[in-house]
């Protein structure tokens, strides 16, 4: 048996019937790890001790009786999330011995449930990427294809997942970073509703954007991620006072005909989007008709203000980060640059060498934009459109239950592709960003592969706190479509 092939599910249901260990199962893929994470980059920090202590303590808890769905299960978190007694930084040279004393919600609810915390995963520095080619340490390759890109800014946690180094991982998405990064990796990623999942523990990019969600090899495992994830925290302002469904419930009543009466609405404006590769565009025609055959209807709806969303985001989400990232200055944590009398002086050493390229730009973007004279004309104007963008699609909820698009406008591209070329990057996320715009949940399902071998994603939208109704079409669709493809053989 090859245990590092293993869902969540699977995994479950042989450690209960005590046919595996979760010590096998954890060393399986530190193992797997260790034989091919130097090609891929996927990991910022394996802890192989904790993980095999924690792996060995799970098992003594499965021989008393007292397993929960999570208890033996090999997780990867993305190195976003604070994790106490183990580095958290954030692929930044700025927190690169920061080891924070507390857990981030999420983290605590995986040790809760005696999960195994595999170790921490590689993204775009503080999350300010489409790529996983910003990080300070590392570049992460596709498992499908190493000279190519995994998404960003989840791209470790991606690659982690579909190179079978872990059953499952955490991500986070600001403008698409789960959901990208897992259409190209052939994984799925679900957004939850802004407030769904807590934020506390988060290093935050732009506070009302970033959600945390899960990165799994099928619906069922996301939906049983979902079941431990979310649920209000008195820690977090941000998260919602609202109840949690049972996610994996709504699955086991799954029938056949279970989508039919759903409508699926096509926004008119994604159609015609600029640069939308052909083998996407076919790829999208073909997950239409899956859809359709399920008994879904397809109907076109208007997202009228969608080509300010780009512009409306990449000010909004800078001048977030410009205020967030404001506290790493050298003095309190992370690195200092230099020890020099002017405190100014220190400052800007600190920083000008701490931060990598890209933050740097998005930090001097927002903090111009914030600035005497320009908020009115940029942040404030943005965050009107952000409004119309939200009334955008209120409207188009009316007429369907949820939306359906493309993931990204191409396959994966090539390592150092776009990376001289911000806007090229920046427009990747297209599909995605109004969905952390507008505080609603989406999911990538694999739907397909290039002539070179590369996944393609569709992505569903629902409504606020409706994630239940993409799961279910995301399960029938991925049932449906059955690929029948083994992940990457490394």
């Not at 404001?326 to 050493?349: H, N, Q």
């Not at 776009?418 to 297209?430: A, E, R, V």
């Not at 994630?467 to 690929?483: H, N, Q």
Request: aromatic share 8%; with cysteine; glycine share 10%.
């Amino acid at each position: 048996m090859d245990l590092h092939a293993l869902t969540i599910g699977k995994a479950r249901e042989l450690l209960s019937q005590s046919k595996i260990s979760s010590v096998e199962l954890t060393r399986a893929l530190l193992d797997r790890i260790d034989l091919y994470d130097d090609r891929i980059g996927a990991f910022i920090t394996v802890d192989k001790e904790a993980a095999l202590a924690q792996a060995l303590a799970a098992d003594e808890q499965i021989a008393k009786g007292n397993q929960t769905p999570f208890t033996g299960i090999p997780i990867a978190l993305k190195d976003l999330l604070c994790t106490r007694g183990v580095k958290t930084t954030c692929a930044s040279k700025i927190l690169g011995n920061f080891v924070p004393q507390y857990d981030a919600t999420v983290v605590a609810k995986l040790k809760k449930e005696n999960a195994v915390l595999i170790g921490k995963t590689n993204l775009d520095e503080f999350a300010m990427g489409s790529s996983t080619e910003n990080s300070a340490f590392k570049i992460t390759r596709n498992p499908w294809n190493e000279d190519h890109v995994p998404g960003g800014s989840s791209g470790g946690s991606a690659a982690a997942v579909a190179a079978q180094f872990c059953c499952g991982s955490l991500g986070t998405d600001t403008g698409g970073s789960i959901r990208q990064p897992a259409s190209h990796c052939g994984v799925v990623g679900l957004k939850p509703t802004y407030g769904r999942v807590s934020r506390f523990g988060l290093v935050s990019y732009a506070s009302s954007l970033d959600q945390i969600g899960p990165i799994t090899r099928d619906v069922r495992d996301a939906a049983m991620m979902m079941n431990l994830i979310c649920g209000n925290d008195p820690k977090d302002s941000t998260s919602a006072k609202v109840d949690v469904p049972d996610f994996t419930g709504a699955l086991n009543q799954f029938e056949a005909n279970s989508l039919k009466g759903m409508k699926a609405g096509v926004p008119k404006e994604y159609l015609g989007v600029e640069g939308i590769d052909p083998e996407v565009s076919a790829m999208f025609d073909r997950a239409k008709k899956v859809l359709e055959s399920l008994g879904v209807e397809i109907v076109e709806i208007s997202l009228p203000h969608t080509q300010y969303v780009v512009a409306a985001y990449y000010i909004i989400a800078p001048c977030e980060a410009s205020s967030n990232l404001a506290r790493f200055d050298g003095v309190r944590y992370g690195v200092r640059d230099s020890e020099p009398d002017d405190l100014i002086e220190m400052y800007k050493k600190t920083k000008s060498q701490g931060f990598g390229p890209e933050v740097q730009r998005r930090i001097i973007i927002g903090t111009y934009a914030l600035s005497a004279g320009y908020y009115d004309a940029y942040y404030g104007r943005a965050s009107q459109v952000r409004t119309l963008i939200m009334e955008d699609f209120s409207k188009a909820f009316e007429q369907c239950d949820f939306i359906l698009s493309p993931v990204a406008p191409t396959p994966a591209f090539k390592i150092g592709e776009n990376t001289g070329d911000p806007l090229t990057m920046y427009l990747s996320d297209i599909f995605t960003l109004s969905a952390n715009m507008a505080g609603i949940p989406g999911i990538s399902v694999p739907a397909g592969f290039s002539a070179k071998g590369l996944p393609m994603g569709i992505q569903m939208m629902g409504k606020h706190f409706d994630e239940i109704s993409l799961l279910r079409a995301g399960f029938g669709f991925e049932r449906a479509l059955d690929l029948k493809t083994d992940f990457p053989v490394l």
